[in-house]
């Protein structure tokens, strides 16, 4: 069974920086298609940052350039720079039982209760 709890969340102002992180618990498969999404007060959730494809990273336009996604043990990572106020939300991760062509919500099968983000102006 797949369990994943997300930490590192809070109040930035705008051009802070946060490393937002999941633990995994479960078995390996997990890291071949996994990420994090973000949903926002009245916004559909958003793929941001995730694995995909036998190792190929994911990254949403609006962080291209200013993040990264990384794994580590049983830890994955997600470091945002540069924070703007339309990076506010709910940062969640989620994870596949298989690897996936393309990182998108319908492929994932796990989620985490998600730790959230506001960035001030």
């Known amino acids: 069974q797949v369990h994943l709890v997300e930490s590192g969340g809070g109040s930035v102002q705008a051009g802070g920086s946060l490393r937002l992180s999941c633990t995994i618990s479960g078995p390996t498969y997990v890291y071949l298609c996994m990420g994090w999404f973000r949903q926002a007060p009245g916004q559909e959730r958003e793929a941001v940052a995730g694995f995909f494809n036998r190792g190929a990273r994911f990254y949403a336009e609006s962080i291209k350039g200013r993040s990264t996604i990384s794994l580590d043990a049983k830890t994955a990572y997600l470091q945002i720079d540069d924070l703007k106020p339309e990076d506010t939300g709910t940062y969640v991760c989620?994870?596949?039982?298989?690897?996936?062509?393309?990182?998108?919500?319908?492929?994932?099968?796990?989620w985490g209760k998600g730790t959230p983000v506001t960035v001030s102006s």
């Open positions: 989620a994870s596949s039982t298989y690897d996936c062509a393309r990182f998108t919500a319908g492929n994932m099968h796990n």
